[in-house]
């Protein structure tokens, strides 16, 4: 919303500065987003009249002039310009000026040996437009030796509001300053009014053409017809208020609407009547039918739409935007002006459908003021006649206008309650009173107030604590401490998101990077990575590849690999804690913890290096990876099943499954498999994991965190080794479950710490070593025990795997 | 009796020519070993008179004694001569560069550290941390806090969409967090402190607009919170947050459908250098929305407004992470460039804590 101070001031009397209003704009929630101030900043610049020009002496480019400023006397001035010539009304900034395009400021001084008092400016130099081809070339007729600012109309300064969606009132002048005037800076001035009486009854009428009962998208519709106008330029005063604002004016008829708009938030519409086909009336749209607009595009309509229309079609897109056709020109003598009151949502959705940014919208759509219609048409009707002459008709109407009496019954402890101000009921009232509310208090404490029409977004006593306190300045409410709660160290945090935490932080101390990637995906690759269900698909995507929402972590971490390979940046080792998408209900929702490493980024270090190079990254690394995330989460890993029932993204041979049993499944790893890289455009090697946070199990509660007494056996334990030999096909897991289950007294751990293949154990077999831990409890163990427990173990292993010991 | 002083003589000359140990230890046979010098000559005291064995035997005990000791002076000598000699072959250039250490090398995301950062400072005056989920219905997102149907409020939000069910409801991605605040009201009672960090998605891509961002809402429910209450915990958390003694803070009047009364805040810094500092200077940077949680949110989750009360925040965790750490480009932190994960990230174990220091 922009408006200039002198305009402000035909609403408000004031004596306040430019500085002091603009401050108080944005103390009470008007918050001023710029002001254009050219006329202070112009102050210096003179139209000036150049007298003479001739060539300088010691310069081919130059020129020296002889320029009258309004001074006693012509100056000299040196130009470059290549239109400096005699006879020409241009600016002269006198020695001493800031220069605002040049950022400099202006000394008197010799130019190739030729003094000279000052400059011409170009537009450039003024901050006025880019053109710095040459100075400034003035009508004929401009009055020499007075401020270019005040000649050129830039010295009413430009004030640019962003108005928040609830104040329609401030859409208008008039609001800004009502409002102003209650903040202290002086007195709303009277509305006069502006009435004049109709002599004729309209030639074209009005009319509402709705379904029973859905007068909501226009219950009212007022017309007035004005016969013998004679339209052409506005006068200049509006004029140049309409182009500080950033308005073409157009002619007389258009920019008085404009005007009305932006001077009392009341935008009307004027027909060439001539061109209107029987009545007026106001209806939905049908289906088919289009309007060419007035910003030369031509709009598709629908039953969702109100429009205004005549016996032809449709005239205007209500509340939002006229049409070409019957719009006016200067060859119109008969105009029809409509003032109407559309619904703020419909308004809303139709601007919102057709992309429609208008004036009319802008101002409908928070709510135009409905008592106003009747009053907006008598003003308007006197602009038309005013600026145009002709004869006005008696008004038309259609409808009645909706209620707007709204009573709001306000305790005034709730200032205080709400705010914590504590003020005196006559300042409540006064401000309220100010700003147009009608106040009565029927018993101590209480006020009964009546809203008045422009304040729809009033409703309740909270409104009324908000206008009081804005008013009364948010500065003056003192900060008061939370109430502590009493307790100390609550934990704040759930078991999920403490593991989300931990997570994150153990993987980042294994060397990887915490990316945090989109939710969304491509549809391709939310499909490939076991999503893509279409409940999960946007249906306004920003883009083609951000359109469906991501399954899992993978396809993001890849696509981010990829990136930085494509930047050169290799051994890449991400990961990434976030929520990912199983389905729309809000328990769909799971949290994932999952990450990727290319070339050689391994836990401990990637690349060659002197100790010896890190080789290309295996399943290991990401098995590794999952458990320590697993671990941290407190999940005994010793425990877990491993099996081999990874995703489709993983190479088959090379990726498992880590699970409590098959229906609780709490990781994957492995490598990538070959397609999948393919398909993501990343080179191998790329191993990865995921652990699904969800499905880790709570511990139980315990009643005390006591981690129980330490029993330290006094026997010292000891190690043996084995070597089995076993088909190719035999998993390790099986081999150490058997060797740790045949004395579960005497065994406390078995650890791999040999493969071997070879020829010495024969094609399609391995040897696989273990170290057997043995803690004897009561007395050290004798060499026959020992034989008895080694037995015992080659017979457990030979009977899980069919192994045989290795000779 | 100078044999016997002859043999000490070239006893102690054999036993400082022995050049290592291997040569003492010869010595050392030859002298006291069993066929040794001078174990003959100790063997010798049997067949002596007791005057001779007397004075002869004294003088021999004594070049006995005068040689263990020869020997086990220059064994330490040798010793230390052959450790020195050892140690000196063993030098090795300590200058060759290591691998890195994996907990220092690796990095958290500076939307996780500020998270993290939030969650002391609030869990300090009492507020416990929230969720809810991404994929939101229009009701908890919009209807429930107060955003009427049609109302320009809900374009501004620039929402993405899912398709629509066959009973014509069709969900969204959140907005803002503060659905989390009626989920939260609607499932606990008051008294309420919580603050929901998460994910946000809006219709919206340039340089500080991402499609996707994070927001934290702050929501308190007593009985007797105020405008006052609002603004101290706000001031708090700016200070601690921006770890500065003092920060000025400018509350102005605006409109969120689900306050009433409504503020937006800007805070008091220099924007003149590269860096924005807090505290001081002439700008104002507008940082978070607020205000007094709107009746109609209050009634929409079952609580009275005459008698319940309280006030809700919300501002932009990727926004304040970029103020007070120096990010330009809020794309950036999408896009997983290692280079900037490394600039910008933080080290694994640089937990943030109020005892500690945020980012100390």
């Avoid at chain 1, 397609?675 to 990343?682: F, G, K, P």
Wanted: aromatic share 6%; net charge negative.
């Amino acid at each position: 919303m922009k408006f200039t101070l002198s305009w402000l001031k035909d609403h408000l009397d004031t004596e306040a500065t430019l500085d002091q209003i603009v401050e108080t704009l944005t103390r009470i929630g008007l918050e001023v987003e710029g002001v254009e101030d050219k006329g202070a900043a112009l102050k210096p610049f003179v139209v000036a009249h150049v007298v003479s020009a001739v060539q300088h002496p010691n310069a081919d480019r130059l020129r020296v002039c002889m320029v009258d400023v309004g001074g006693p006397a012509p100056l000299q001035v040196v130009c470059g310009a290549p239109n400096a010539r005699a006879g020409l009304k241009t600016v002269f900034a006198a020695a001493g000026t800031y220069i605002p395009g040049k950022d400099f400021t202006l000394g008197v001084g010799q130019i190739r040996g030729v003094e000279s008092f000052g400059m011409m400016c170009s537009a450039a130099e003024l901050e006025l437009s880019e053109d710095h081809a040459g100075i400034m070339e003035l009508a004929a007729d401009a009055p020499v030796g007075v401020s270019y600012a005040d000649f050129a109309d830039l010295s009413d300064p430009v004030i640019d509001v962003s108005l928040t969606p609830n104040r329609a009132d401030c859409t208008g002048v008039r609001g800004v300053a009502r409002d102003l005037a209650a903040a202290g800076l002086g007195r709303l001035k009277p509305l006069e009014p502006r009435k004049i009486a109709g002599t004729y009854a309209s030639p074209i009428s009005v009319d509402l053409r709705f379904p029973e009962g859905e007068l909501v998208a226009c219950p009212v519709f007022h017309g007035r017809y004005v016969r013998g106008v004679k339209n052409g330029p506005s006068p200049e005063w509006m004029q140049r208020r309409l182009k500080a604002i950033g308005l073409r004016p157009i002619s007389a008829l258009v920019d008085m609407t404009n005007y009305v708009s932006i001077d009392l938030g009341r935008p009307l519409h004027v027909f060439d009547a001539a061109k209107v086909k029987g009545g007026i009336h106001a209806r939905y749209g049908v289906e088919g039918e289009s309007l060419l607009a007035l910003d030369g595009k031509t709009y598709a309509i629908d039953e969702r739409m109100c429009v205004i229309a005549d016996d032809a079609g449709p005239l205007g897109l209500g509340g939002v935007m006229g049409g070409e056709e019957t719009g006016c020109s200067d060859e119109t003598t008969d105009v029809f002006i409509e003032c109407a009151w559309f619904d703020p949502a419909r308004t809303a959705e139709t601007g919102r459908r057709t992309g429609i940014v208008s004036d009319a919208r802008y101002r409908f759509e928070r709510g135009v003021d409905p008592a106003f219609v009747p009053v907006g048409l008598d003003v308007a009707t006197q602009w038309v006649v005013d600026l145009c002459g002709g004869e006005a008709s008696t008004p038309v109407v259609a409808g009645t206008v909706p209620e707007t009496d709204r009573i709001i019954e306000f305790p005034l402890a709730e200032v205080k309650r709400l705010t914590g101000l504590s003020l005196h009921r006559a300042e409540i009232r006064e401000i309220l009173e100010k700003l147009g509310f009608f106040v009565v208090s029927p018993e101590d404490g209480l006020f009964r107030v009546a809203v008045p029409s422009w304040r729809a977004d009033v409703t309740q006593k909270a409104d009324l604590v908000e206008e009081v306190m804005r008013i009364h300045g948010l500065d003056n409410v003192v900060s008061t401490p939370l109430e502590a709660t009493g307790t100390v160290g609550q934990k704040v945090l759930t078991p999920l998101q403490i593991r989300r935490s931990k997570a994150r932080r153990i993987l980042a101390t294994r060397s990887m990077l915490e990316a945090v990637t989109w939710s969304f995906v491509s549809k391709a690759d939310a499909t490939r990575f076991g999503g893509g269900a279409p409940e999960l698909a946007l249906a306004n995507p920003i883009a083609a590849d951000l359109s469906d929402m991501r399954p899992n972590l993978m396809p993001g971490l890849m696509a981010a690999v990829g990136r930085n390979l494509k930047r050169g940046l290799s051994d890449v080792a991400l990961f990434e804690v976030g929520q990912v998408f199983k389905g729309d209900r809000p328990e769909d929702q799971k949290l994932e913890a999952a990450g990727v490493r290319h070339g050689t980024a391994s836990s401990t270090g990637s690349g060659r290096h002197w100790i010896g190079a890190a080789g290309p990254v295996s399943w290991t690394v990401a098995k590794g990876d999952a458990l320590a995330v697993l671990e941290a989460l407190g999940v005994d890993v010793a425990k877990l099943q491993i099996a081999r029932t990874a995703p489709a993204w993983y190479h088959p041979g090379r990726s498992g499954t880590l699970q409590m049993g098959p229906q609780n499944v709490l990781a994957h790893f492995g490598e990538i498999h070959p397609s999948t890289l393919e398909a993501m455009d990343v080179v191998a090697p790329l191993v990865g994991f995921q652990v699904y946070l969800d499905a880790i199990p709570e511990p139980k509660a315990k009643p005390t965190k006591s981690k129980g007494a330490l029993v330290l056996p006094e026997l010292m334990p000891l190690t043996r080794d084995f070597a089995f030999v076993v088909e190719e096909k035999v998993e390790a897991e099986k081999i150490l479950k058997a060797v740790k289950g045949a004395d579960k007294a005497l065994v406390t751990d078995a650890k791999v710490f040999d493969v071997f293949r070879g020829a010495a154990v024969g094609e399609g077999r391995k040897s696989v070593a273990v170290e057997v831990s043995l803690q004897p409890r009561e007395a050290t163990l004798t060499d026959k025990d020992l034989e008895a427990v080694a037995a015992k173990i080659v017979a457990a292993v030979t009977k899980a795997t069919g192994a045989t010991l290795r000779g | 009796m100078s044999d016997i002083d002859d043999l000490e003589h070239s006893l102690r000359a054999a036993i400082d020519a022995a050049a290592d140990e291997a040569a003492l230890e010869a010595v050392r046979v030859g002298a006291l070993g069993k066929k040794g010098s001078v174990s003959e000559l100790l063997k010798t005291l049997g067949a002596m008179s007791p005057d001779d064995r007397k004075t002869r035997g004294a003088a021999i005990n004594a070049l006995k004694d005068g040689v263990g000791e020869a020997l086990a002076a220059r064994r330490v000598v040798l010793k230390e001569a052959a450790l020195s000699a050892r140690l000196a072959v063993e030098t090795v250039d300590v200058t060759l560069p290591l691998w890195p250490s994996p907990a220092n090398d690796g990095r958290i995301h500076p939307i996780s550290q500020v998270t993290d950062e939030l969650t002391a400072i609030f869990a300090d005056m009492g507020f416990a941390v929230a969720e809810g989920p991404d994929v939101e219905s229009d009701f908890y997102n919009f209807t429930a806090l107060n955003f009427p149907e049609g109302h320009p409020a809900r374009e501004m939000h620039d929402t993405f969409f899912f398709s629509p069910k066959e009973d014509g409801a069709r969900h969204l991605l959140r907005t803002h967090t503060s659905p989390v605040q009626v989920r939260t009201m609607l499932s606990q009672k008051p008294p309420i402190r919580i603050i929901a960090p998460g994910r946000t998605y809006r219709c919206d891509s340039d340089q500080t607009h991402t499609p996707m961002f994070h927001q934290v809402e702050g929501l308190v429910i007593d009985e007797t919170s105020t405008i006052g209450t609002l603004k101290w915990v706000l001031e708090e958390f700016c200070k601690a947050f921006f770890e500065v003694p003092d920060v000025e803070m400018r509350f102005r009047p605006s409109f969120f459908p689900f306050t009433e009364p409504s503020m937006e805040v800007d805070i008091r810094c220099d924007r003149s250098g590269s860096e924005v500092k807090f505290g001081e200077g002439n700008d104002w940077l507008e940082i978070l929305g607020c205000g007094m949680v709107h009746p109609n949110v209050l009634r929409a989750c079952g609580l009275d407004p005459d008698r319940y009360q309280g006030f809700a925040f919300g501002m932009g965790i990727d926004r304040i992470a970029m103020l007070k750490y120096g990010m330009n480009d809020l794309r950036a932190f999408f896009d997983a460039d290692v280079r900037w994960l490394k600039h910008y990230g933080f080290r694994p174990l640089d937990l943030p804590t109020l005892f500690g220091g945020l980012s100390a």
